[in-house]
């Protein structure tokens, strides 16, 4: 016959290696546990240099053995069903100090942990009859050297209290627990109870299971707060994570995104249609309820291009006007909203047209497919852009721009929509790789370029620009070769010393094509 072999356990080592899997948060967050498992209605903790006392009022420990009790955690059966129960609490907490001593119902013990790990007997008392259990911890360290130990435990119960059912001091003063507070509104999903922030992202929320947060400490983004179903697993032995998070997070997510929705649809109904775009319109948007405004008669302007604080042309990414306010539906006439389909280098041609008629340029693009506003939007290319001038009067292909373009000198600009042929003057106005302008014209630049490279703004490059636009116009508005090389001439011939040509009279020749041919004396 064969040999048999079974599973066995180095029961010493094991124990032994455990350390390697809890933090001292874990000691912290399983001692508030258990208290609370024990039906505990007040749970009062105390910390001096080297030493943390836990003290409840539930319904004590039957048997200290299942303190010390691997996988065994001596909760009743219903419990153990509903929280999944472990039975790994104490044992997080020899760790982390060298004494452990608890006091239970008239039963307690005080021992070593170092011999409480090493498997070594441990004498059990009867002691006076007390309500509940007290723990006390000697020999233990601050998780951070810096920190004392009292503060350092009174940070963390900070962040472990605040959704714990039960009322929690520590050194006499009590713990906020902002999310324990019976007034607030949950709303229930399958995935458990969520508490929504209005000003948050419908993607930022933190989790709590069993009363204890889940995951990592949070950033000080505004979150949603999720309140997980009792009979959800966390990842063992020290709980801080859910143990299929790559499952149950879009389960959570999803759950939010419906309560989300719900609060969105009740703030709907509690306001006024102008007050709820002026209020929750960019929430709408973000979080893909843009459908709750289709039926708002009301639009925003800042869905539009601000005409007076940005002309048309390019523009940084980033810099964009934002104007506060709304308009009405009705305001809106049938060809008065735009929206422009080009490439980005032909765009300032179709701005400058929509910004001559005084048109509205819809610039959001989040709105929903049946939002009122987009019936009227009327969609325009370059190809639309008709540009009318009188004769040129000077022009220049290779300007020493930023950016190369062609530019061109008129009298009179004006442009106008292949099917509308109602004209509009203007300016400047861009068509392709030239810019047509006319001596009056103001910020030219915006023509030209964004001024953007390798994420960097180029605020020398645009002065630059409008010096050679400023010295095109003079050149191209002068009567007489002298106005024109004095116009050419560079600034530090006109304000700066030089000493060399004190006095001096010099002789510039051009040759037929205007090229300077020779300077002589």
Known sequence: MG????????????????RHAFTPLSMLSELLQNARRAGARSIAIDADDDSITVTDDGCGIADLQALIFIAESGWDEELQRRENAFGMGVLSTLYFCDRLTVHSGDKAFEARTADIIAGEPIEVSDMDHRVGTCIRLEGVNSNQPA?????WVERQLRYFCEA???????????????????????????????????????????????????????????????????????????????LNEAEENPRIQSAVDGAYRQALLDAKASMEAGQFLSTYGETCLASGNADLLNDVPYAKLAWFRDWDQEGPGFRPYWNRSLRDGLIGADAFADDSVWRIEAEDDDEPTTQIYVCARDGFLLEEHRLDINHWLLDKVNVITPDHV??????????????????????V???????????????????????????????????????????????RYDEAAKCDDEETIRTFKIVGRSKTATSVVEALLPDDLRRSRQSKLANATVRLVFDSEGKLQSVTD
């Open 386 to 407: 008709v540009v009318l001038q009188s004769p040129v009067l000077h022009e220049s292909s290779h300007p020493m721009l930023t950016v190369g373009v062609r530019l």
């Open 164 to 242: 714990l059912p039960v009322p929690v001091s520590f050194n006499g003063i009590e713990i906020a627990r902002p999310f324990a507070d019976p007034s607030l509104s949950w709303r229930e999903t399958e995935m458990g109870r969520v508490l929504i922030d209005l000003e948050a992202s419908h993607r930022h929320w933190r989790c709590f299971l069993q009363g204890l947060p889940i995951g990592i400490l949070p950033c000080s983004t505004r979150r949603h707060i999720v309140m997980l179903r009792d009979d959800m697993l966390a990842k063992l032995p020290d709980r801080r994570h859910l």
């Open 409 to 455: 000198l008129v009298d009179w600009l004006a442009v106008s929509h292949t099917d509308d042929r109602r004209e509009f003057p203007v300016s400047a106005v861009r068509l392709d790789d030239t810019v047509f302008l006319t001596a009056e014209a103001q910020g030219v630049t915006s023509l030209v370029s964004d001024y953007v490279y390798d994420d």
């Open 3 to 18: 040999n048999f072999i079974r599973l066995k356990t180095n029961q010493p080592r094991l124990i032994l290696n455990l």
């Open 147 to 151: 920190l004392p130990l009292p503060e």
